[in-house]
C-alpha cells in the first residue's frame, strides 16, 4: 500500500531532548504514511532510540511537537500512546515468561464475566490475532517456552490486539535466526498491506535495504536525510550515517601468527556430553566460530572463561594447563570474554564509565593490598576512554546514558586493561553502527598485530567472512569443520552450519 505523505499518519516536529551533559534530539522531524514501513537509521548516539521513546510516551520532549492524523496531540504517557494506536516493541522483549501466551498478549485487559476473568474469551481472542501474525501455536502454552523469534511475534500480536496503527520496532531481528527473521519479514510486509504503519530500527542495513519504502537518517541528533524508496542503497545510507565514505569492505592486514596461544583438546562442554571439543589459536590469528543460534557457540566460550566448568579435556594457555573453574581463574591465565549481554553480563549500568573499565583490574591494583588505587582508576578510564574513542561528556557519566556502540566500548577497555593473551568475543558488534563496527574491527586488527589471539562469535555471516584468519563451525555442540581463509565461503559455512555435510567433505575441514 502507497502511504499518503500529505496526510501523514503521524509526525513529530522540532522534537528537542536534552539529558544532564548531552542534547539527545536537536529539532527532529519525521513523517510517517500510512502503511508505511519506515527504516529510521543512525549511528549508536545518533538519537533513534530517545525519538521513538518520545512518541511512544516513556520520554517528554522538551521542545517540539507530535501530530496525530494532521492534529497535535500530548503523548504523556505509555498509555496515551497506546490509546492514539502506537506501540514501541523493545529489543529486549517485554514478555512474562511464566505466563501463557494468551496471558501475555491481554496482560491487564482481560475480558471478564461477572467480574471474573474470561479464559475462555482471552484465550479464543488469542488465536485469532496469532493467526494474523502467522503464529501457530497454543494460546495456552507458556510464553517463556517458545523461541525469541516467536516471542518477538507474540510481541506484535500483542500491540495489535490494541488496535495499534503503528509499530515500532526497535532491533527486532538481533536475536533472531535466518528463518525467524524471514518470517518476521513476512509478518511486516502483511501488516503493511493491511494498513499498519511500521517505524523499523535496525544497524543491519542490508535488512533496511530489503524491507524499507523510506529511510530517515540521524546523526548526532539531529535530521541527516531522507531516502525514497528508489535511493536506498548501502553507500547512500552510510554516507548520511556517518558524513564521510566508509569503505563497505574491512581493509585486512597481513600478519604471521606466533605460537599457539591456547590449545583444547577433548573439552566437553556440559548440555554436550556426546562432543569432544579440540582446536587450536595462534598468537596473532582471528578465529571466528560460526553456528546457528543454539549451536553451542556461547556456551563453548563460557567454559573457556570458567563461567562453567567443563565435563572433561584439557586446555592448554601459553603451553601450560589450566583448569577454569572461574572467571577469576581464566583472567589470572590471560583469557578475557566480552560477552554476548553487554548490558546484562558486561556492565554494571549504574555506575561511572571510569568505575566500569576499572573492574576487571582493580583487585590486583589494590593499595596496601586493600585499598582501591584511585589513582590508576582514573589514569587507566583516561588511556582507554582515547584509546577506544568512547564518546562520553566525561569518564563520570553513567554507562547507562551511553549509547550502544559507547558501551561496547567500555566493555572492550575493562578487558583490555589487563592486557590479555586470548581475547574471546560473543557477538561484539550486536546491536551497534557501522561507524562503531568499523572502530571494533580496526581494535581486533591492531590486538591480533600485536600477539593476541582473538575467538570471535558471531552470526553476521559477513563478519565471519570478514574478519576470519580462520573459522571454525559449529552445530549442535559439535564442530563439523574448519575453513581456512581461503575456502571461507558463504555456502561452505552454512553447510557445515546445518549439518548438511560432514567435516571430511568440507575440504580441509577436519572431524574433532
Known amino acids: 500500500m502507497v502511504a499518503n505523505r500529505l496526510t501523514p499518519l503521524l509526525e513529530a516536529r522540532q522534537i528537542t531532548k536534552r539529558f544532564p551533559g548531552v542534547t539527545a534530539l536537536r529539532r527532529v522531524g519525521i513523517t510517517l504514511g500510512r502503511g508505511e514501513v519506515l527504516a529510521v537509521i543512525g549511528e549508536n548516539g545518533a538519537g533513534k532510540s530517545t525519538l521513538m521513546k518520545i512518541l511512544a510516551g516513556i520520554q517528554q520532549p522538551d521542545e517540539g511537537q507530535i501530530f496525530i492524523d494532521g492534529q497535535p496531540t500530548a503523548i504523556d504517557s505509555v498509555h496515551t500512546a497506546l490509546r492514539h494506536g502506537i506501540a514501541l516493541i523493545h529489543q529486549e522483549l517485554n514478555l512474562a515468561g511464566n505466563l501463557s501466551v494468551a496471558a501475555n498478549i491481554y496482560l491487564g485487559r482481560e475480558p471478564r464475566h461477572w467480574g471474573l476473568i474470561d479464559s475462555k474469551q482471552i484465550h479464543e481472542d488469542a488465536r485469532l490475532i496469532l493467526a494474523k501474525v502467522g503464529l501457530s501455536v497454543d494460546p495456552h502454552v507458556v510464553a517463556g517456552q517458545l523461541s ?21 520496532m526497535d532491533e527486532p531481528t538481533s536475536s533472531l535466526s535466518q528463518q525467524e527473521t524471514k518470517t518476521l519479514f513476512d509478518v511486516v510486509r502483511q501488516l503493511r498491506n493491511e494498513g499498519v504503519s511500521i517505524i523499523y530500527i535496525s544497524h543491519r542495513l542490508g535488512e533496511v535495504n530489503e524491507l524499507a519504502d523510506r529511510v530517515t537518517v540521524l546523526r548526532d541528533g539531529e535530521f541527516a536525510g531522507d531516502l525514497p524508496r528508489d535511493e536506498i542503497n548501502h553507500d547512500r545510507m552510510v554516507r548520511l550515517m556517518v558524513g564521510r565514505d ?48 543454539g549451536a553451542g557457540r556461547t556456551e563453548l566460550l563460557q567454559v573457556l572463561f570458567g563461567v562453567v566448568p567443563a565435563v572433561a579435556g584439557t586446555i592448554h594457555v601459553a603451553g601450560k594447563i589450566i583448569t577454569p573453574r572461574s572467571p577469576f581463574d581464566a583472567m589470572h591465565a590471560g583469557i578475557a570474554l566480552v560477552p554476548e549481554d553487554r548490558k546484562l553480563q558486561g556492565l554494571i549500568l549504574q555506575m561511572a564509565v571510569r568505575t566500569n573499565i576499572s573492574l576487571a583490574s582493580v583487585y590486583q591494583q589494590r593499595r596496601a593490598g586493600v585499598f582501591l588505587n584511585d589513582a590508576f582508576e582514573r ?5 582507554m576512554v ?18 550502544g556502540g559507547n558501551q561496547q566500548k567500555v566493555v572492550l577497555g575493562k578487558w583490555l586493561s589487563l592486557e590479555p593473551r586470548v581475547l574471546l568475543l560473543d557477538e561484539p558488534t550486536r546491536g551497534i553502527d557501522v561507524g562503531a563496527k568499523q572502530e ?5 586488527e591492531e590486538l591480533a598485530g600485536k600477539g593476541v589471539a582473538i575467538l570471535f562469535v558471531s552470526s553476521e555471516m559477513e563478519e565471519i567472512l570478514r574478519m576470519s584468519d580462520r573459522a571454525l563451525v559449529m552445530h549442535e555442540g559439535a564442530i563439523m569443520g574448519e575453513l581456512s581463509r581461503d575456502e571461507l ?6 553447510q557445515l552450519a546445518t549439518g548438511s555435510i560432514h567435516s571430511s567433505e568440507a575440504g580441509s575441514a577436519r572431524q574433532t
Open 386 to 403: 582515547e584509546r577506544l574513542r568512547i564518546k562520553t561528556p566525561s569518564d563520570r557519566q553513567l554507562v547507562q546514558y551511553l549509547s
Open 246 to 293: 566508509i569503505s563497505q569492505l574491512h581493509v585486512r592486514q597481513a600478519r604471521t601468527p606466533g605460537n599457539v596461544a591456547i590449545s583444547l583438546d577433548g573439552i566437553v562442554v556440559p548440555g554436550q556430553p556426546q562432543h569432544r571439543l579440540s582446536f587450536t589459536a595462534q598468537a596473532g590469528e582471528i578465529v571466528g566460530i560460526a553456528g546457528l543460534v
Open 440 to 444: 571494533i574491527y580496526q581494535l581486533m
Open 148 to 168: 525469541i523469534g516467536r516471542q518477538q511475534l507474540v510481541e506484535i500480536a500483542r500491540a495489535l490486539s490494541v488496535g495499534a496503527r503503528v509499530l515500532i
Open 379 to 383: 589514569r587507566e578510564a583516561a588511556r
Open 489 to 494: 565461503t558463504e555456502q561452505r559455512v552454512m
